[in-house]
């Protein structure tokens, strides 16, 4: 089962914050009441309703590209959600206008790719940049942040609810950033995370996490860094360039050893708590060849995660299954099965016609997961 809790904070904006608060409250307000009337304006005449997403409006009203444009994506959930239950229940009104007076002003954004997070004892928002918060009580540990909703109240407080989701257990994660994305798992059967390879972060998982080397190892490659330009002022043969080479070896060292501690922890998890992982069967040595990673220490990682992961697993009787690597895992849909015929490397959240939006790494996720899942049970 999932657990989910919100937390909510007051937030301080400054002026320029609180003015692209309130640009955003108007681009939601105004995109709902278009959709809205759009929609009713196509039933009355075609008798049919058609999806409408906020890239059409865009076009037409190019401002609406100034403000958090997942804050739009989720005014096209909303009204669809409202559409549904007017639909299922009969008892649920057509969904209204919204008044520029009355209605709450707020909006919701998507958590995705650590776009929101707290940095500096503030709270980072898209667009906003960094706000002012009081958290006046920590978030559960372990908990993955979900979404936000930024919103005022009447007397014209600030507020930023945080909606954390529980890791445990995958059937609720594998949704994604939004409510209705993704497949949910099934309750019986195998209990399988899907791992995609990234660039950053080396891996995201099924479950909407992603690897996250801890903060110690940013500072050991920031000093890394630094004693490598060091070394590049340093006199070839000379003394000093003779041991600005020691000292580097060392921190070389110190970060394998970290990066090791970690994906040992990390794998341990993994294979203690599902009943099989499956990975995308890439040639890390091909890849690492045709790609320019500037940082050497990290193009091995996610092989030598794999592998740990590969003996950890059978050693608990458990499987690691590789996914064959033309099997398109981030081109198609994981909600509905569709397969993009192209998906550009800067399109980060996949969209996709059956109202699917999410993270583009954890999609892919979910795909392998899946196609993990057949392989297992057709073997
Ligand atoms: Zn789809």
Known sequence: MTVRKAYQYRIYPDREQEKQFHKTFGCCRFLYNHMLAD????YEKTGKMKRLTPAGYKKDYPWLKDVDSLALANVQLHLEAAYR????????GHPKFKSKHRSRKSYTTNAVNGNIRFEEGKLRLPKAGLVKIRVHREPYEGYI????????DPSGKYYASLLYESPA???QTARGNTADAGRPQEGCGPKILGIDFAMQGMAVFSDGSRAEYPMYYRGAQDRLAREQRKLSHCKKGSRNYGKQKKILARRYEKIRNQRKDYLHKLSRKIADNY?????????MKAMSRCLTFGKSVMDNSFGMFRTMLDYKLSDRGKVLV???????SSKKCSCCGKVKEELRLDERIYRCGCGNCMDRDVNAAVNIREEGRRILMTA
Not at 39 to 42: E, G, W
């Open 85 to 92: 239950k007017f639909l299922s229940r009969e008892k649920a």
């Open 39 to 42: 929609r009713m304006d196509m």
């Open 275 to 283: 009943d099989a992982a499956a990975v995308e069967d890439i040639d």
């Open 322 to 328: 590789r996914v064959g690597r033309f099997f398109p």
């Open 169 to 171: 257990g995958e059937n």
């Open 145 to 152: 942040l979900k979404s936000v909703t930024v919103s005022m």
